[in-house]
């Protein structure tokens, strides 16, 4: 939800559960069964299509392969600015610093890029920077279905800084339109919306009226 809030400070995430949304839940519950267990049997996960499941597969074996050490899994993180705590997640994979190497923590996407996760990640690094006593961490989002992975370094200030200007945004929460106005409640009635709607409709030319009075045959172009 932190993405979303960053972009609109009056997102509210609507309630239904689609389809999608459901197939990920499920996704993210085997990947977790996984990493716990290392087997997760078919008949628990008989609803994902073998696609999904494949996915899931591909994206356990690369966090074994970024965290080949002790993993904390589903692993709950308390978000603090200024010693108090600010928020709190739930991140999928955190795995502690081995030498000169940052923290890392990895979060499961099941689908394709497109929405940010910017924030979400690093809410979820400053967590895990403060649970290790570390400086800074690796970012990693696994996108399953696209069988992509997208990683980046931040430090604590730069995941403090980031904190700092979500909840400022928040001191003034006059909707804007972003990529999660379709995962809002407040779609259909928001006035960031339908604003945008007005403005595109008026840079249109509006048609000249229709007189019969002053209408000639001659004025036909297209007959048929």
């Known amino acids: 939800m932190l993405p979303a809030l960053s972009r609109c400070p009056s997102f509210r995430r609507d309630g239904d559960e689609s389809a999608r949304m459901q197939t990920g839940s499920l996704a993210h519950a085997m990947l977790e069964r996984l990493l716990k267990t290392g087997g997760a049997p078919d008949a628990d996960f008989a609803d994902l299509a073998m696609d999904d ?3 899931v597969e591909w994206a356990f074996g690369k966090i074994i392969e970024l ?10 993180l308390s978000v603090q600015l200024d010693f108090e705590e600010v928020t709190f997640g739930t991140a999928d994979v955190i795995a502690g610093p081995i030498g000169d190497a940052p923290v890392r923590v990895v979060d499961y996407k099941h689908g394709h890029p497109g929405h940010p996760y910017d924030e979400q990640l690093m809410a979820y690094a400053l967590g895990a920077m403060d649970l290790y006593g570390s400086t800074s961490a690796e970012c990693t989002i696994l996108y399953g279905s696209a069988r992509q992975m997208q990683a980046w370094r931040v430090t604590m200030a730069d995941c403090e800084r980031m904190l700092r200007d979500v909840l400022a945004s928040a001191q003034n929460p006059a909707p804007r339109p972003c990529e999660f106005c379709d995962w809002c409640a407040s779609a259909l009635t928001c006035p960031a919306l339908s604003g945008e709607v007005v403005r595109v409709a008026a840079e249109y030319a509006q048609p000249a009226p229709f007189d019969l009075a ?11």
């Open 53 to 55: 499941r494949a996915a």
């Open 67 to 76: 965290t080949p050490t002790t993993r904390l899994i589903e692993h709950r």
């Open 214 to 224: 002053t209408y000639h045959a001659s004025e036909i172009t297209q007959p048929e």
